[in-house]
């Protein structure tokens, strides 16, 4: 069974930083390319950013270069995404997805995690 | 870039058959792959169609996608609508920078 799970979502103040992770399972994790999707509250889903397998290419969404970074560690099978100079636009909830393919492990979602930008 | 328009809501009796539909603004509709996702109330997304049509293993075949280039659109259809199917939809491309674009979502409601 596919298991995407995230964590690391929390309370921080604006200006403040946030790492999310999300673990998977059940399938050959380094040959799958990973997505961040955030929803604020009451909201769409926003596309946040993308990374290859072997991080061979990486991308952001205009809202968030320049202050996320994605990364990969595939020997502990972990998405990350490292959240600087967070904003109150900022607070939604974070999925981390395989991306969408006709391959069998791919579009699969996580349960997400809720980040929240106050003071 | 373009846009994805989506209507904001649709409703539909049980057994029926519906369709959600998500126009592309400018270019093709066409040149890059088109997704379609359901969230439920109060659960994350789920992957309903891939690459325009392709349904992944555990999706009923009363969902399909399809696209329309006269309409430079495409569109979810949800045969035999069931209660269950009560949810958001939202479809989902790509730009010509591999940014992804997603359409604002539909509300279905199954009356």
């Known amino acids: 069974e596919v298991r995407l799970m995230e964590s690391g979502g929390g309370l921080v103040k604006p200006g403040g930083s946030l790492t999310l992770s999300c673990v998977a399972s059940?399938?050959?994790?380094?040959?799958?390319?990973l997505t961040w999707v955030r929803q604020a509250p009451g909201k769409g889903l926003e596309w946040v950013s993308f990374?290859?397998?072997?991080?061979?290419?990486?991308n952001y969404a205009d809202s968030v270069r320049g202050r996320f970074t994605i990364s990969r560690d595939d020997a502990k099978n972990s998405l990350y995404l490292q959240m600087n100079s967070l904003r109150a636009d900022d607070t939604s909830v974070y999925y981390c997805?395989?991306?969408?393919?006709?391959?069998?492990?791919?579009?699969?979602w996580g349960r997400g995690t809720l980040v929240t930008v106050s003071s | 870039n373009f846009m994805l328009t989506q209507p904001h809501s649709v409703s539909e009796s049980p057994g029926r058959t519906v369709s959600i539909s998500c126009t592309r603004s400018?270019?093709?509709?066409?040149?890059?792959?088109v997704q379609w996702y359901q969230q439920r109330p109060g659960s994350a997304p789920t992957t309903l169609i891939s690459?325009?049509?392709?349904?992944p293993s555990g999706v009923p075949d009363r969902f399909s996608g399809s696209i329309d280039g006269s309409s430079n659109s495409a569109s979810l259809t949800i045969s035999r609508l069931r209660a269950e199917d009560e949810a958001d939809y939202y479809c989902?491309?790509?730009?010509?920078?591999?940014?992804?674009?997603f359409g604002g979502g539909t509300r279905l409601t199954v009356l």
């Open positions: 997805m395989t991306r969408p393919s006709t391959g069998t492990y791919s579009g699969h």
């Open positions: 059940g399938f050959t994790f380094s040959s799958y390319g």
């Open positions: 990374i290859a397998s072997g991080a061979s290419y990486i």
């Open positions: 400018s270019g093709r509709i066409d040149s890059n792959y």
């Open positions: 690459e325009f049509n392709h349904r």
């Open positions: 989902q491309s790509y730009d010509i920078n591999n940014h992804w674009v």
